[in-house]
């Protein structure tokens, strides 16, 4: 089991949830934040601090939005993202390689909140 990242965080990226995770495995993409599934060891500690509730298990994905975030963040990690040249990959911590600076082009297509 991992965690998704849901809509919710889009366009909020509170990092929080980086803050706690024990594992660095949470990564920050130009509007949301993903969870490598190969790093995190589910220990739930950014479900628990994640302030708009945006984070699940991934065994609770059962909605058709959720499943969605669940192979879009799979995605995140294994495509080749706009502007980069190869998939991310496990690169072993988020602090290694600093923000990513691109989404999924599901997160990226996202509709913006309006003000």
């Known amino acids: 089991m991992t965690f998704i990242i849901g809509e919710p965080c889009i366009d909020v990226l509170d990092k929080s ?3 706690i995770c024990p594992m ?3 990564y920050t993409g130009l ?11 589910d220990c739930s500690a950014c479900a628990d601090v994640c302030p708009v509730d945006a984070i699940y298990p991934a065994t609770r994905a059962v909605t058709e939005e959720h499943r969605a975030f669940a192979v879009d963040s799979a995605l995140f990690f294994e495509s080749v993202l706009p502007g980069r040249k190869e998939p991310l990959g496990s690169i072993g911590g988020s602090a290694k390689i600093g923000d990513i600076g691109t989404d999924t082009p599901m997160v990226a297509g996202h509709p913006k909140a309006a003000c």
């Not at 509007?31 to 060891?41: L, T």
């Open 24 to 26: 660095d495995c949470i």
């Open 31 to 41: 509007r949301k934040n993903y969870i490598n599934a190969d790093e995190c060891i």
């Open 17 to 19: 949830c980086m803050d």
